[in-house]
Antibody, heavy 118, light 106 residues
Framework: QVQLQQSGAELVRPGVSVKISCKGS????????MHWVKQSHAKSLEWIGV????????TYNQKFKGKATMTVDKSSSTAYMELAGLTSEDSAIYYC???????????WGQGTSVTVSS | QIVLTQSPALMSASPGEKVTMTCSAS?????MFWYQQKPRSSPKPWIY???NLASGVPARFSGSGSGTSYSLTISIMEAEDAATYYC?????????FGIGTKLELK
Protein backbone atom coordinates (compact mmCIF):
# COMPACT_ATOMS: atom_id res chain seq x y z
CA GLN A 1 0.00 0.00 0.00
CA VAL A 2 1.09 3.55 -0.68
CA GLN A 3 2.66 5.26 2.30
CA LEU A 4 4.42 8.55 2.90
CA GLN A 5 6.41 8.38 6.11
CA GLN A 6 7.61 11.69 7.47
CA SER A 7 10.33 12.39 9.98
CA GLY A 8 9.57 13.19 13.58
CA ALA A 9 8.68 16.38 15.39
CA GLU A 10 11.30 19.12 15.66
CA LEU A 11 11.86 21.68 18.40
CA VAL A 12 14.37 24.24 17.19
CA ARG A 13 15.80 27.61 18.19
CA PRO A 14 15.02 30.74 16.19
CA GLY A 15 17.41 31.38 13.35
CA VAL A 16 18.44 27.80 12.68
CA SER A 17 17.45 25.50 9.82
CA VAL A 18 15.61 22.21 9.87
CA LYS A 19 15.33 19.46 7.27
CA ILE A 20 12.20 17.32 7.10
CA SER A 21 12.02 14.04 5.21
CA CYS A 22 9.21 12.16 3.47
CA LYS A 23 9.85 8.58 2.40
CA GLY A 24 7.54 7.07 -0.19
CA SER A 25 6.80 3.36 -0.37
CA UNK A 26 4.34 1.04 -2.08
CA UNK A 27 4.63 2.74 -5.47
CA UNK A 28 7.21 3.90 -8.02
CA UNK A 29 8.52 7.02 -6.31
CA UNK A 30 9.66 8.79 -9.47
CA UNK A 31 6.26 8.45 -11.17
CA UNK A 32 4.68 11.13 -8.98
CA UNK A 33 5.70 14.63 -8.02
CA MET A 34 5.63 15.60 -4.36
CA HIS A 35 3.97 18.63 -2.80
CA TRP A 36 4.71 20.24 0.54
CA VAL A 37 1.94 21.93 2.50
CA LYS A 38 2.07 24.02 5.69
CA GLN A 39 -0.73 23.97 8.23
CA SER A 40 -0.86 26.54 10.97
CA HIS A 41 -3.74 27.83 13.04
CA ALA A 42 -3.36 31.29 11.60
CA LYS A 43 -3.23 30.43 7.90
CA SER A 44 -4.93 27.05 7.58
CA LEU A 45 -3.36 25.14 4.64
CA GLU A 46 -0.68 26.80 2.52
CA TRP A 47 0.99 25.33 -0.52
CA ILE A 48 4.76 25.60 -0.29
CA GLY A 49 5.66 24.05 -3.61
CA VAL A 50 6.05 20.91 -5.65
CA UNK A 51 9.10 18.95 -6.78
CA UNK A 52 9.52 16.51 -9.63
CA UNK A 53 10.79 13.33 -8.04
CA UNK A 54 12.22 12.27 -11.41
CA UNK A 55 14.06 15.41 -12.50
CA UNK A 56 14.48 17.10 -9.14
CA UNK A 57 13.28 20.49 -10.33
CA UNK A 58 11.01 22.39 -8.01
CA THR A 59 8.33 25.07 -8.27
CA TYR A 60 7.82 27.27 -5.23
CA ASN A 61 5.08 29.46 -3.93
CA GLN A 62 6.70 32.91 -4.11
CA LYS A 63 5.91 33.35 -0.42
CA PHE A 64 8.24 30.50 0.51
CA LYS A 65 11.14 31.27 -1.81
CA GLY A 66 14.22 31.69 0.31
CA LYS A 67 12.48 29.95 3.21
CA ALA A 68 11.99 26.43 1.83
CA THR A 69 14.27 24.28 -0.30
CA MET A 70 12.91 21.01 -1.68
CA THR A 71 15.13 18.15 -2.80
CA VAL A 72 14.79 14.45 -3.56
CA ASP A 73 16.96 11.37 -3.24
CA LYS A 74 15.71 8.88 -5.80
CA SER A 75 17.92 6.11 -4.48
CA SER A 76 16.05 6.12 -1.17
CA SER A 77 12.65 7.28 -2.48
CA THR A 78 12.80 10.22 -0.12
CA ALA A 79 11.79 13.84 -0.54
CA TYR A 80 13.25 16.51 1.69
CA MET A 81 12.34 20.04 2.60
CA GLU A 82 14.73 22.34 4.39
CA LEU A 83 13.38 25.40 6.15
CA ALA A 84 15.91 28.16 6.79
CA GLY A 85 16.13 31.08 9.22
CA LEU A 86 13.30 29.80 11.35
CA THR A 87 11.06 32.19 13.27
CA SER A 88 7.93 31.68 15.34
CA GLU A 89 5.92 32.19 12.12
CA ASP A 90 7.34 28.91 10.87
CA SER A 91 5.91 26.91 13.77
CA ALA A 92 3.40 24.62 12.07
CA ILE A 93 2.72 21.12 10.85
CA TYR A 94 4.28 20.37 7.49
CA TYR A 95 2.88 17.70 5.19
CA CYS A 96 4.18 16.03 2.08
CA UNK A 97 1.50 14.93 -0.36
CA UNK A 98 1.72 12.93 -3.57
CA UNK A 99 0.63 14.58 -6.79
CA UNK A 100 -1.68 12.24 -8.66
CA UNK A 101 -2.51 14.80 -11.33
CA UNK A 102 -6.25 14.76 -11.98
CA UNK A 103 -6.93 13.01 -8.67
CA UNK A 104 -5.35 15.80 -6.67
CA UNK A 105 -3.09 15.16 -3.71
CA UNK A 106 -4.06 11.57 -3.19
CA UNK A 107 -1.77 10.47 -0.37
CA TRP A 108 -0.49 12.56 2.51
CA GLY A 109 2.24 11.99 5.05
CA GLN A 110 1.33 12.00 8.71
CA GLY A 111 2.76 15.47 9.13
CA THR A 112 5.87 16.82 10.86
CA SER A 113 5.41 19.32 13.65
CA VAL A 114 8.00 22.08 13.75
CA THR A 115 8.10 24.27 16.84
CA VAL A 116 10.38 27.29 16.89
CA SER A 117 11.13 28.44 20.39
CA SER A 118 14.02 29.78 22.37
CA GLN B 1 -3.10 34.37 -6.51
CA ILE B 2 -6.57 32.91 -6.49
CA VAL B 3 -8.31 33.35 -3.15
CA LEU B 4 -10.84 30.71 -2.14
CA THR B 5 -13.56 31.81 0.27
CA GLN B 6 -15.42 29.05 2.05
CA SER B 7 -18.74 29.52 3.78
CA PRO B 8 -19.87 29.04 6.33
CA ALA B 9 -16.72 28.78 8.41
CA LEU B 10 -18.60 26.77 11.01
CA MET B 11 -21.83 24.85 10.78
CA SER B 12 -23.66 22.11 12.61
CA ALA B 13 -26.08 19.52 11.33
CA SER B 14 -28.25 16.81 12.80
CA PRO B 15 -28.10 13.21 11.58
CA GLY B 16 -30.28 12.84 8.50
CA GLU B 17 -30.06 16.50 7.58
CA LYS B 18 -28.89 17.76 4.19
CA VAL B 19 -25.67 19.81 4.30
CA THR B 20 -24.28 22.21 1.73
CA MET B 21 -21.08 24.23 1.95
CA THR B 22 -19.68 26.55 -0.66
CA CYS B 23 -16.33 27.66 -2.03
CA SER B 24 -16.05 30.88 -3.98
CA ALA B 25 -12.97 31.63 -6.09
CA SER B 26 -11.65 35.14 -6.72
CA UNK B 27 -11.04 34.18 -10.36
CA UNK B 28 -12.48 31.47 -12.53
CA UNK B 29 -11.01 28.01 -12.03
CA UNK B 30 -11.44 24.93 -14.15
CA UNK B 31 -12.00 22.46 -11.35
CA MET B 32 -12.21 22.26 -7.59
CA PHE B 33 -10.77 19.70 -5.22
CA TRP B 34 -12.01 18.98 -1.70
CA TYR B 35 -10.25 17.43 1.26
CA GLN B 36 -11.60 16.19 4.57
CA GLN B 37 -9.61 16.56 7.76
CA LYS B 38 -10.38 15.29 11.23
CA PRO B 39 -8.50 16.37 14.37
CA ARG B 40 -4.97 15.02 14.71
CA SER B 41 -5.10 13.52 11.21
CA SER B 42 -3.79 14.47 7.80
CA PRO B 43 -6.14 15.80 5.15
CA LYS B 44 -7.73 13.13 2.99
CA PRO B 45 -8.67 13.51 -0.67
CA TRP B 46 -12.45 13.71 -0.85
CA ILE B 47 -13.64 15.09 -4.18
CA TYR B 48 -11.50 15.61 -7.29
CA UNK B 49 -12.19 17.46 -10.53
CA UNK B 50 -15.23 19.15 -8.98
CA UNK B 51 -17.61 16.21 -8.79
CA ASN B 52 -15.74 12.91 -8.58
CA LEU B 53 -15.63 11.09 -5.26
CA ALA B 54 -12.26 9.84 -4.08
CA SER B 55 -11.87 6.19 -3.27
CA GLY B 56 -13.89 5.17 -0.24
CA VAL B 57 -15.97 8.33 -0.02
CA PRO B 58 -19.65 7.55 0.63
CA ALA B 59 -22.13 8.20 -2.15
CA ARG B 60 -24.08 10.63 0.05
CA PHE B 61 -21.37 13.17 -0.81
CA SER B 62 -21.47 15.15 -4.03
CA GLY B 63 -19.65 18.08 -5.53
CA SER B 64 -20.69 20.56 -8.16
CA GLY B 65 -19.93 23.96 -9.59
CA SER B 66 -18.08 25.84 -12.26
CA GLY B 67 -16.24 29.09 -12.82
CA THR B 68 -16.01 30.84 -9.46
CA SER B 69 -18.68 28.99 -7.51
CA TYR B 70 -18.42 25.46 -6.16
CA SER B 71 -20.16 23.43 -3.50
CA LEU B 72 -19.97 20.21 -1.54
CA THR B 73 -23.22 18.57 -0.46
CA ILE B 74 -24.01 15.76 1.94
CA SER B 75 -27.44 14.37 1.19
CA ILE B 76 -27.92 12.76 4.60
CA MET B 77 -25.65 13.82 7.44
CA GLU B 78 -24.04 11.04 9.44
CA ALA B 79 -21.97 11.33 12.60
CA GLU B 80 -18.77 10.29 10.86
CA ASP B 81 -19.07 13.26 8.49
CA ALA B 82 -18.19 15.72 11.26
CA ALA B 83 -14.86 17.18 10.10
CA THR B 84 -13.31 20.19 8.43
CA TYR B 85 -13.60 20.37 4.66
CA TYR B 86 -11.15 22.35 2.54
CA CYS B 87 -11.51 23.33 -1.09
CA UNK B 88 -8.40 23.67 -3.25
CA UNK B 89 -7.77 25.00 -6.75
CA UNK B 90 -5.20 23.69 -9.18
CA UNK B 91 -5.86 26.04 -12.09
CA UNK B 92 -3.01 28.42 -11.40
CA UNK B 93 0.03 28.56 -9.21
CA UNK B 94 0.37 29.09 -6.38
CA UNK B 95 -2.08 26.35 -5.57
CA UNK B 96 -4.42 27.66 -2.88
CA PHE B 97 -6.76 26.28 -0.27
CA GLY B 98 -9.81 27.76 1.37
CA ILE B 99 -9.75 28.31 5.14
CA GLY B 100 -12.11 25.41 5.63
CA THR B 101 -15.67 24.73 6.73
CA LYS B 102 -15.88 23.01 10.08
CA LEU B 103 -18.92 20.75 10.18
CA GLU B 104 -20.07 19.69 13.61
CA LEU B 105 -22.68 17.17 14.65
CA LYS B 106 -25.70 18.75 16.29
Amino acid sequence: QVQLQQSGAELVRPGVSVKISCKGSGYTFTDYAMHWVKQSHAKSLEWIGVISTYYGDATYNQKFKGKATMTVDKSSSTAYMELAGLTSEDSAIYYCARDSRDYGMDYWGQGTSVTVSS
Amino acid sequence: QIVLTQSPALMSASPGEKVTMTCSASSSVSYMFWYQQKPRSSPKPWIYLTSNLASGVPARFSGSGSGTSYSLTISIMEAEDAATYYCQQWSSKPLTFGIGTKLELK
